[in-house]
């Protein structure tokens, strides 16, 4: 195991790789027997990357994610996190992790709500009250402090849980369909300030979505995934440029984009019944 | 004026039902004696005397509701509170007994419910043991506890409160258990990625995911602890107290005494039932609580 650290460890400087996974393969012990969640996975994300990962339910995809923040084990294979296996990656406290829903405590404001991980890591108040307003400020919060989650719409809950991910400045962000509850419009406009925080922040993030035009304008490379046994089956890199207004959703380079998404995902036979 | 409509009316109609269904059950119940003394008295009374006196009896079978009230009344505000036919002289020394043995009671909830959740080893043995706890009938295993802890030297306010203590732990431990269980796997996983210990885990996510769990099972247990302390006052031979008042009004058939004590009995269950709420309800409104 140490001799696979090492080695992921040399690699990853070279190719300056956040998550390297390698044969990764993940069997669940069921009540009906084992169920193949993953099967042969080799992904290397590197610093900075915007990586989405699509497929229909059941290919996997938040169980990679969940691979990667250490909440499942794999039983096949070998997976690094800078270097690190998952489990002291999480213990570096190495990702933010956002979930499907905004996950809030009901009992704390969002502003305790978003401290919450940096009272954990025990940072000094002063520290805290810094780190609270800077993010705050980051995903269009401010002013909302005191309110409490009940009192905030579902777009705003899903920021602050955003927030709270990034408060303490892991470098790599793990997105797990943190929009899928949320309507179109209120969609569009946090995929637009999605976009502007990760240029601004040059973090690394590993995206789960089952919304194709979603993968295309964030992603700078889409992963699709197809189901049973779930895989990889085609990796693309977008060729859109950095600077991503709305209306890039209607060009031809991002509609030929979304075709090969969509060739990807039948070729996986995810539209099969 | 909502409040009055929605609230007030219904409550005070089914007042009114009880009300009217007790005078008629006081007058059927009273009749027969009411009837024998007449008779012996070789009095023919119209009927409407007849149910004036079968509703002021002395010590009737079945005292009529003004019967109570007035000696409630009588016993709870016109005499000095350290007065031993006082009402609230007895509902205070019920009432010391029930607040100690409750206290004690949510402690030991708290504290089975935390070994419960924690300790894999009590998970598995404890609960059936503390179901059974609840089956034996408390008017069986009061004296026993009365008795053992006279014979080693505790008398007094504490076997009391024990006996309270005995009934009220049970809801506390219950949804104590079901409350720290109570957040949900993404709350979990999200405490597991900022890689939280068990006690911050505990501190800052069960324990404020219990609290209405603690609250709702508290209400249960004060009203519990009050039956406790009133059962533990039966076969002590207490000289004060409403469990006393009871015993002593059945002595020598002093039912206007007794139903009077069952009142203060359960104004004082009511009074310790609503100030749990009530502080519940301040505890949830400065937790966030959405007001209802």
Known sequence: MLMTVNQATATSVERNAVVEARQLGLTFQTNDGPVRALSDVNLTINKGEFVSFIGPSGCGKTTFLRVIADLEQPTEG????????????????????????????????????????????????????????????????????????????GGMQQRASIARALAFDADLLLMDEPFGALDEIVRDHLNEQLLRLWRQTNKTICFVTHSIPEAVYLSTRIVVMSPRPGRVTDVIESTL??????????????????????DGLRAGHSYED | MDRLRDRVFPVVAILLVIVAAWYAFAVYMNAPFQRDLDRRAGLTPGTVEFIGKTLSQPKPTMPAPHQVAQNFFENTFLRKVTSARSLVYH?????????????FGTALG??????????????????????????????????????VLAAIGVTGLIPKALISTYLSFFPVAVGMVKGLRSPDLMHLDLMHTYNASKSQTFWKLRVPASVPFLFASMKVAV???????????????????????????????????????????????????????????????????RPA
């Open chain 1, 78 to 153: 070998t997976i690094s996190i800078n270097g690190m296996t998952p489990e002291q990656a999480r213990q570096a406290r190495a990702y933010g992790y956002v979930f499907q829903a905004a996950a809030l405590f009901p009992w704390r404001t969002i502003e305790n709500n978003v401290g919450l991980p940096l009272e954990i890591i025990g940072l000094s108040k002063a520290e805290q009250q810094a780190r609270i307003k800077r993010t705050m400020d980051l995903v269009n919060l401010t002013g909302f402090e005191k309110k409490y989650p009940w009192q905030l719409s």
């Open chain 1, 241 to 262: 440029p950095a600077e991503r207004p709305l209306d890039i959703r209607e060009s031809p380079e991002f509609l030929a984009i979304a075709a090969r998404v969509r």
């Open chain 2, 91 to 103: 509902s205070w020394v019920t009432l010391s007994s029930t607040l100690l043995g409750f206290t």
């Open chain 2, 110 to 147: 708290i504290l089975i419910a935390v070994g419960i959740v924690h300790v894999i080893a009590l998970d598995r043995s404890l609960m059936p043991w503390i179901i059974a706890s609840q089956t034996i009938p408390i008017l069986a295993v009061a004296p026993m506890i009365i008795v």
């Open chain 2, 223 to 289: 009203a519990a602890s009050l039956v406790g302390a009133i059962v533990g006052e039966l076969p002590t031979g207490a000289v004060a107290g409403i469990g006393a008042k009871l015993l002593a009004g059945s002595y020598y058939s002093q039912t206007i005494d007794m139903w009077a004590a069952l009142v203060a009995g359960s104004v004082v269950a009511a009074l310790l039932v609503v100030l749990v709420g009530f502080v519940g309800r301040l505890v949830e409104r400065s937790m966030g609580g």
